[in-house]
């Protein structure tokens, strides 16, 4: 491998002995085991040649990196999609230049069924799964954690939508989990769903491309396997089979995505979905196996959150959460869209914290319609 190195961010998770690295969009799916030299190595990488690479080492360490090593640590950053080659370029062009046609079903079949008539069974079982009324809405919270986890919290979702009349779009504003070029992004194309598929509204997304300070549809590859867009879409296009979809990710806040639906909501109005789950906890986020005082704080952080929230208080909301010490993930979605829900009262429907048995943790839902 000749010439200077450029490397993709990869996606680090610790594992015993070491880390595993993946492409963060999963276009390429072998993850890259490294020991913790071997990150150091690939610390040093971007921008310099191997033979850099071993100055570098041996001004830190005193050690000589063989060649050989480096160009076997190269090879491998290559199959994982990490290092980028030509070849990786050409199939990262071909996955983007896919998803500019269409989003494909990524969890039919894993999370909900692909079939249409088992699908609206699926449907109508959740709804059943929440014993309450719902209300009408203009803006509405749910998860999009996995749903057979939390039936009651998408039941309450269900439930609001069928006391909502159908709305000629819906604005649909998830978590992102993958790294976004901008604070926010969006992708205007067909998302597929058992239903068919939920056509984009172009003049929406136009509309509010036009008022922001950043290019919006920027990161395309970041929708390719985002679960916080695809499992409320599920529930929300069996519900509105003719509503078109705005559908957005947010990376970062900032108030402008918020400022900016304010003013596309007078010429384009529709349904303001916010896809978001709360507290994290428990050793696959950090902390010790989930004990009483632990569900007690992470049910104690989730309420009051989304009570504040209801209160039309998303800044009071925010601020209650301080170092947000049982990682709510809703706080980039709700830190940006404070514009449009400064104000606004809700109801909370539903909440639950819903134990991962295996890995002795936890993660919120909830449901709130304003």
Same mark, same amino acid.
């Given at each position: ?121 699926? /449907? $109508? *079982?959740?709804? =059943? +799964?929440? #014993? ?10 749910? !998860?999009? &954690? ?33 790294? /976004? $070029? *901008?604070?926010? =992004? +969006?992708? #205007? ?10 056509? !984009?509204? &172009? ?39 003719? +509503? ?127």
């Amino acid at each position: 491998m000749e010439g200077r190195l450029r490397l993709r961010q990869p996606q680090i998770t610790p594992v015993e002995g070491g880390f595993l690295l993946t492409d963060p969009y999963g276009v390429y799916e072998k993850p890259l085991a490294l020991t913790e030299g071997g990150l150091f190595l690939l610390s040093l990488m971007e921008g310099r040649t191997l033979e850099e690479v071993q100055e570098e080492v041996f001004k830190a360490h005193g050690v000589l990196v063989p060649k050989k090593e480096l160009e076997e640590l190269v090879k491998a950053l290559e199959e994982a999609g990490l290092l980028l080659t030509e070849k990786v370029l050409e199939r990262l062009r071909e996955e983007e230049a896919k998803l500019k046609r269409e989003r494909p079903m990524r969890l039919a079949g894993l999370s909900y069924p692909q079939g249409e008539k088992e699908a609206r069974a699926f /449907l $109508e *079982a959740f709804r =059943a +799964a929440y #014993p309450g009324e719902g209300k009408e809405a203009e803006v509405l919270l749910l !998860p999009h &954690l996995e749903p057979a986890r939390i039936p009651e919290a998408y039941g309450a979702a269900l439930a609001v939508l069928e006391r909502t009349p159908e709305p000629e779009r819906i604005y649909l504003v998830g978590v992102a989990h993958r790294p /976004l $070029e *901008a604070k926010a =992004a +969006a992708l #205007p194309v067909p998302f597929h769903t058992p239903f068919g598929p939920m056509e !984009p509204d &172009l003049p929406a997304l136009q509309a509010l491309d036009a008022l922001l300070p950043y290019e919006l549809f920027n990161t395309p590859l970041a929708f390719r396997e985002e679960h916080s867009l695809e499992l409320p879409l599920f529930f929300l296009k069996g519900r509105y089979p003719k +509503a078109r979809l705005v559908p957005l990710l947010v990376g970062r806040r900032g108030p402008e995505l918020g400022e900016a639906l304010r003013v596309v909501l007078k010429d384009h109005p529709g349904l303001v979905v916010l896809a978001v789950d709360l507290s994290h906890v428990g050793p696959r986020f950090g902390d010790g196996p989930l004990s009483r005082p632990l569900a007690e704080e992470a049910r104690r952080r989730d309420l009051g959150f989304l009570e504040r929230l209801a209160q039309g208080e998303p800044e009071a909301a925010l601020a209650f959460l301080g170092e947000n010490p049982t990682r709510i993930d809703a706080t980039e979605v709700v830190g940006s869209l404070a514009p449009l829900l400064r104000g606004r009262r809700g109801e909370v429907l539903a909440h639950r914290l819903d134990l991962e048995a295996p890995t002795l943790s936890a993660v919120g839902a909830g449901t709130l319609a304003f």
